[in-house]
C-alpha cells in the first residue's frame, strides 16, 4: 500500500468531518470530488471522470462506488476496505447502484451531504443522482464542508507544500537560461516541467502557462507554439507539484529592452504583491487581502487594467484546475488562519500598448502572518 500520511492523521481527518457532519445535522456524504477523497484516505486516481462516489456515514464507515479499473488503485493508494464496482454498459445507472448502498448503510430517511460542486459530477450525473435518490433521502449541497477542513494543512501536508514551492523556484531557475532571442517556447516547458519530474514532483491539476509577444496578456494555457523575438516578452504561470500539494508562481519576463511604462507596470505589480502578503494575517479575511491589491493598483492607475481576483489558497488539487476554496475577491468573508497556503498573483494587462506584467508566488500563513516560500528574488528579468 502506497500512503503518503499516516493512517492516524488520514483517520484524525476523518473524525474531524464527521463531527462537522454532526455539528452541520448531517447522517453522512456523498463526495465527488477527489481531492476530499485523498484528503480522508490517500485514494490516488484520475478515474473521477467517471461517475464514482465514496459515502463517508456519520459512524465513519466509508463505501466506495467506482468502475474496475480503479478497484486495485483504491486498494493500493487508500485504507478504503469497502469498494463496490459498477459496470460499464449502455444500460448501466451507476446512481441507483448507490441507492441500493446507501440502502445497506441504513441512510433511508436520512440527510445526506452531497458535493454538488465537483469536476466528478457532470450535470447530467447529478440530475441522475437527485432522481435516483428522490423519496428515499433528503439532500444537501455541501459542496465545502470538507474544503473548509482542507483548507487548514497538518505539519506533514506542509512538508510538502515547501518541497513544492523548492520545485517552483527549480522550474524558473530551468527557464531563465533559455529565455532568448530565437528561443522556442516548447523547449523552455520542457525545462520547466523536467525539473518538476527530476525533483520527483507531479503534473499539475492544470496545463503550466506560457505566452509570448500578444499571447503574453493570456493567463490561461492555448495550443501552439513560437520561437521569441529580440524584443519580445514572456508570461509564465506554473506550479511545483509534491503528492499533488501545488505552490505556483508567475512572472513576466522581458527580450530586449523593457519599455519605461512596463518598468512602471513591474513596480505596481511589486508593491501590490508585497501588499496583500501583507494582509495575509491572521484574523483578516479573503476579501481585505484583495482590497490591498486594488488599493495598490488603482492609486497606481492600474484600475482598468487588473483583474477582479488575485488569488486563492492552494493545497492537493486535481485536474483540471489547481486553484483551490477559497479566492482573493472582493468582500470574501472567509477568514485567513494559520496553516492556509495561499497563491497570490498580480496581473496587469494593457491591450492598449500590448504590455504585459504578472508577478506571483505562495505563502504559508502563519501565526504572524504569511511566509512567503519562494527563494527567487522579486526582479523584473531581463534577456
Not at 471522470?49 to 468502475?67: A, P, S
Not at 502557462?209 to 504561470?237: K, N
Amino acid at each position: 500500500m502506497t500512503l503518503h500520511f499516516t493512517k492516524e492523521e488520514l483517520a484524525t481527518r476523518r473524525n474531524r468531518v464527521c463531527a462537522a457532519m454532526a455539528r452541520a445535522g448531517l447522517d453522512g456524504m456523498l463526495l465527488f470530488r477527489q481531492e476530499s477523497m485523498y484528503y480522508l484516505t490517500g485514494y490516488d486516481t484520475f478515474g473521477y471522470v467517471f461517475f464514482q462516489c465514496l459515502f463517508l456515514g456519520g459512524d465513519g464507515r466509508m463505501t466506495l462506488l467506482t468502475r474496475a479499473p480503479d478497484l486495485r488503485q483504491a486498494r493500493e493508494t487508500s485504507v478504503i476496505e469497502d469498494i463496490r464496482i459498477w459496470t460499464d454498459g449502455p444500460d448501466a445507472e451507476p446512481a441507483r447502484e448507490l441507492r441500493a448502498i446507501l440502502e445497506e448503510h441504513g441512510c433511508r430517511g436520512k440527510t445526506l451531504g452531497v458535493e454538488y460542486e465537483a469536476y466528478g459530477l457532470t450535470a447530467r450525473n447529478g440530475k441522475r443522482l437527485d432522481a435516483a435518490l428522490d423519496g428515499f433521502a433528503g439532500l444537501r449541497d455541501e459542496s465545502e464542508l470538507i474544503s473548509r477542513q482542507r483548507v487548514v494543512k497538518s505539519a506533514a501536508e506542509i512538508g510538502y507544500v515547501r518541497r513544492a514551492a523548492h520545485l517552483a523556484d527549480d522550474a524558473l531557475e530551468a527557464a531563465l537560461p533559455l529565455v532568448r532571442p530565437g528561443a522556442f517556447e516548447g523547449d523552455i516547458l520542457a525545462a520547466m516541467q523536467g525539473a518538476v519530474f527530476r525533483g520527483g514532483g507531479d503534473y499539475p491539476g492544470n496545463e503550466f502557462i506560457i505566452g509570448s509577444g500578444p499571447a503574453s496578456l493570456l493567463c490561461r494555457y492555448r495550443s501552439g507554439r513560437r520561437h521569441l523575438d529580440a524584443d519580445d516578452q514572456l508570461t509564465l504561470e506554473w506550479a511545483g507539484v509534491e503528492r499533488h500539494y501545488h505552490a505556483a508562481m508567475m512572472r513576466t519576463l522581458r527580450l530586449g529592452p523593457p519599455p519605461a511604462a512596463q518598468s512602471e507596470m513591474f513596480k505596481a505589480a511589486r508593491d501590490a504583491l508585497l501588499a496583500v502578503e501583507g494582509a495575509l494575517r491572521p484574523g483578516q479575511c479573503f476579501g481585505a487581502a484583495f482590497d490591498a491589491h486594488a488599493r495598490t493598483l488603482d492609486a497606481a492607475g492600474y484600475a482598468e487594467h487588473r483583474m477582479n481576483a488575485c488569488g486563492y489558497s492552494l493545497g492537493t488539487t486535481f485536474a483540471p484546475n489547481w486553484m483551490d476554496w477559497p479566492m482573493l475577491y472582493r468582500g470574501n468573508p472567509v477568514e485567513i488562519v494559520p496553516g492556509m497556503t495561499v497563491f497570490v498573483h498580480i496581473i496587469i494587462f494593457d491591450s492598449g500598448r500590448g504590455l504585459a506584467m504578472a508577478l506571483g508566488r505562495t505563502s504559508h500563513i502563519g501565526n504572524g502572518g504569511g511566509e512567503v516560500l519562494s527563494r527567487m528574488p522579486l526582479e523584473f528579468a531581463v534577456s
